[in-house]
């Protein structure tokens, strides 16, 4: 039973536009939601994270919504650049359990 | 920031053989480190939770007895992969979670690239 859902396997962006990631979860016990950026060959880096307290969390460039109706969350990066072009991983853990990921979905920045 | 290393970043082994991978934390005590197992493709799978000081908490289907967790101190955790088997080849990363921060945050290791021939 997978919890945490990234429905996308990859995603193209124009440089300079908006690239958005999705995430669906099932567990409503979710509390802190996160989002990780992968390279090939290394470990995952933490980009952002929320928690179910609020809606909305930004930093910089990067921005994660939180809809707890919905069980969705999503990432947005503005403007996409060349470098943003990685893996990047959702996921969820209840208070400081265990870190629930989903599959992962591949962006590609395009010039 | 907090750094993770693993070692060796890469390792190549007969079959049949064991491995043992390094975690540690360089600049933060870590009680708890994590072990994940990255598939083609295919997420992060937790494969055991490792506490300083106690036994390791295995995710269902991980074989506890093939995948040994060693946290002997807060700043090093080890998994050793034994009697190795051309399946068990994967990218292998570990995380640890700051003591002093306390933050659901994890902090990642480079990974370590496995390859049973």
Known sequence: DQQVKQNSPSLSVQEGRISILNCDYTNSMFDYFLWYKKYPAEGPTFLISISS???KNED???TVFLNKS????SL????SQPGDSAVYFCAASVGDDKIIFGKGTRLHILP | GAVVSQHPSRVICKSGTSVKIECRSLDFQATTMFWY???PKKSLMLMATSNEGSKATYE???EKDKFLIN???LTLSTLTVTSAHPEDSSFYICSARDDIVGSYEQYFGPGTRLTVT
């Open chain 1, 53 to 55: 307290i609020k809606d």
């Open chain 2, 60 to 62: 269902q289907g991980v």
């Open chain 1, 76 to 79: 947005h990066i503005v403007p």
């Open chain 2, 71 to 73: 946290h002997a101190s």
């Open chain 1, 70 to 73: 919905a069980k969705h969350l």
């Open chain 2, 37 to 39: 197992r990255q598939f």
């Open chain 1, 60 to 62: 910089g460039r990067f």
